[in-house]
């Protein structure tokens, strides 16, 4: 049974009781992996967040990666992916889904996310909304050592990217902004702390500390934006939207080897990698002179590719490779209670793959500060940018600041 969306393009049509919500799944409830399904374990190369408060109050706590499973649904599950995904499926899946007869689609696709509340502990002093119509949306991925661990509390997830993707109030383009993972800035004591509470370390140890609800304070902290919305991915959930689209072709700037196995050979020049190969490309960095900062830049490549080839021909005539994208992204995506598909489907339908602008938060580069590799904020351009995000005028601060389409800093 098919849909039609607002373009002629046929839509498969899912019944609710085709979603995870309404099937309970016994392998999951039982924590048995389902067939084929891998665990995911950090390789031994990532560092743990360090440095900084020990969890609430000081020294001594987790040094360890955060996230945690879904709220529901135990079991063992992968671990979290690059968040440069996450942003790229929210702008597409919105943009695809306008239409009367894809709203039922949606409405399905929307019952099947899995959610948390991530603002519930956070009791006051948070940036005042200024601007109608305008959204900021955290976009996180992590790497866990626990697949058990839940989302909302201290656990042992690791935030391994962290983006504050600002969508002005006209809908027609998006901002992302890149928070580097080392980035030295104040964590509260908790998520219901004064944000002065706490002590400075590096910002994903919030996530270690205090699971989403301390990233979410941590953040509005020290960007003094409001988050409306938070959405994660799953690590796995890279590999299958990818392969979902039939691989992306992604630009190799030198030929390098991995350092996980199978210690694959990148090869300079223009490569078409499935989800396995893209996935290992944009884990590279020590073999950059910039490290974390090439990272963070194929990661912003890799979500261009992503876009460019989800909002192909070939993607929207398919039915069932269409079929296969969304639901690999659903699979993928946890959000917050307030995050609705359909309303945002509906509002963001123009967005597109051009109407997005990558930015780096700005920063002095690293420096070492109590024995530890941080990133140093660029306190003067970085206070400006945000303001510019908060008063919704990102168009006139990129115009005014940015050099070449990625870098803000």
């Given at each position: 049974m098919s849909a039609y969306s607002?373009?002629?393009?046929?839509?498969?049509?899912?019944?609710?009781?085709?979603?995870?919500?309404?099937?309970?799944?016994?392998?999951?409830?039982?924590?048995?992996?389902?067939?084929?399904?891998?665990?995911?374990?950090?390789?031994?190369?990532?560092?743990?967040?360090?440095?900084?408060?020990?969890g609430p109050g000081g020294p001594g706590g987790p040094t360890g990666p955060v996230y945690g499973g879904r709220p529901g649904r135990r079991g063992p599950r992968p671990r979290w992916g690059r968040i440069g995904l996450v942003a790229g499926v929210a702008v597409l899946v919105l943009a695809l889904l306008g239409g009367a007869g894809a709203w039922f689609y949606a409405r399905n696709l929307d019952s099947d996310l899995a959610r948390t509340d991530p603002f519930a502990e956070i009791t006051g002093g948070r940036p005042a909304k200024t601007v109608d119509g305008a959204l900021n949306i955290l976009l996180v991925g992590s790497d866990s050592r626990d697949p058990d661990a839940p989302v909302d509390t201290k656990s042992q997830w690791r935030a391994d990217t962290i983006i504050v993707m600002h969508i002005p109030a006209d809908h027609q383009e998006a901002y992302l902004v890149s928070i580097p993972r080392d980035l030295y800035v104040p964590i509260p004591q908790s998520a219901g702390a004064d944000c002065g509470s706490g002590q400075r370390a590096k910002i994903n140890?919030?996530?270690?500390?205090?699971?989403?609800?301390?990233?979410?304070?941590?953040?509005?902290?020290?960007?003094?934006?409001?988050?409306?919305?938070?959405?994660?991915i799953d690590f796995a959930g890279f590999k299958q939207v990818t392969d979902a689209l039939g691989g992306v072709d992604l630009k190799v700037e030198r030929t390098i080897t991995s350092i996980h196995k199978p210690y694959r050979t990148f090869t300079k020049g223009t490569n078409h990698m499935d989800g396995a190969e893209a996935l290992d490309w944009i884990r590279q960095r020590k073999q950059f002179p910039d490290g974390d900062f090439a990272r963070m830049r194929h990661q912003q490549e890799f979500l261009r590719a992503l876009l460019d080839k989800a909002a192909s021909t070939g993607t929207l005539a398919n039915p069932k490779k269409l079929n296969d994208f969304l639901q690999s992204v659903t699979a993928?995506?946890?959000?917050?209670?307030?995050?609705?598909?359909?309303?945002?489907?509906?509002?963001?339908?123009?967005?597109?793959?051009?109407?997005?602008?990558?930015?780096?938060?700005?920063?002095?580069?690293?420096?070492?500060?109590n024995g530890e590799s941080v990133v140093v904020s660029d306190r003067e351009k970085a206070l400006a940018m945000y303001q510019a995000m908060a008063k919704d005028t990102m168009a006139d601060w990129v115009k005014a600041n940015q050099k070449n389409g990625t870098d803000g800093g």
């Open positions: 607002s373009a002629g393009v046929p839509v498969p049509y899912l019944h609710r009781s085709a979603g995870r919500a309404s099937v309970p799944d016994p392998d999951r409830a039982s924590g048995r992996a389902r067939p084929g399904e891998a665990r995911w374990y950090p390789s031994p190369d990532e560092e743990r967040p360090g440095g900084g408060p020990g140890a919030a996530f270690a500390f205090g699971g989403l609800p301390l990233a979410v304070r941590t953040v509005e902290c020290f960007t003094d934006v409001r988050i409306d919305h938070v959405m994660a993928a995506a946890t959000v917050d209670q307030g995050f609705s598909l359909t309303d945002m489907a509906v509002q963001f339908r123009n967005l597109r793959g051009q109407n997005l602008t990558f930015v780096t938060s700005p920063n002095s580069g690293s420096a070492t500060i």
